[in-house]
Nanobody, 128 residues
Framework: QVQLVESGGGLVQAGGSLSLSCAAS????????MGWFRQAPGKEREFVAV????????SYTDSVKGRFTISRDNVRNTVYLQMSSLKPEDTAVYYC?????????????????????WGQGTQVTVSS
């Protein structure tokens, strides 16, 4: 059975940094684009970043460009989100998700409906 397990969330002051990890099991990791999404209280889940199967391509939502970096390790079956210059508006539950992409294609999808598997989420709180 597929499992995505996020870790690394916590409380940080504005301007600080956090690194999230998502360990995947039960799937052929290299066949999946991996995304990070977040959901703040009372808001819909929104796209944050996505990385292609090989790690050679990535895309970010505008509000995190230049501050967040997504990466992956296809040996450890893990995707990472390095977050710096954090702002209070980054406060949310962060989810990783897996998107099965046809072999040989690069698809960096941003809709929650395109993703096949989800983790349980990890809370990130940025204090002002």
């Amino acid at each position: 059975q597929v499992q995505l397990v996020e870790s690394g969330g916590g409380l940080v002051q504005a301007g600080g940094s956090l690194s999230l990890s998502c360990a995947a099991s039960g799937l052929t990791f290299r066949n999946y684009a991996m995304g990070w999404f977040r959901q703040a209280p009372g808001k819909e889940r929104e796209f944050v970043a996505v990385i292609s199967q090989s790690g050679s391509h990535a895309s970010y939502t505008d509000s995190v460009k230049g501050r967040f970096t997504i990466s992956r390790d296809n040996v450890r079956n893990t995707v990472y989100l390095q977050m710096s210059s954090l702002k209070p508006e980054d406060t949310a539950v962060y989810y990783c998700a897996a998107d099965m992409v046809p072999w040989g294609r690069v698809l960096l999808r941003t809709s929650v409906y395109d993703y096949d598997y989800w983790g349980q989420g990890t809370q990130v709180t940025v204090s002002s």
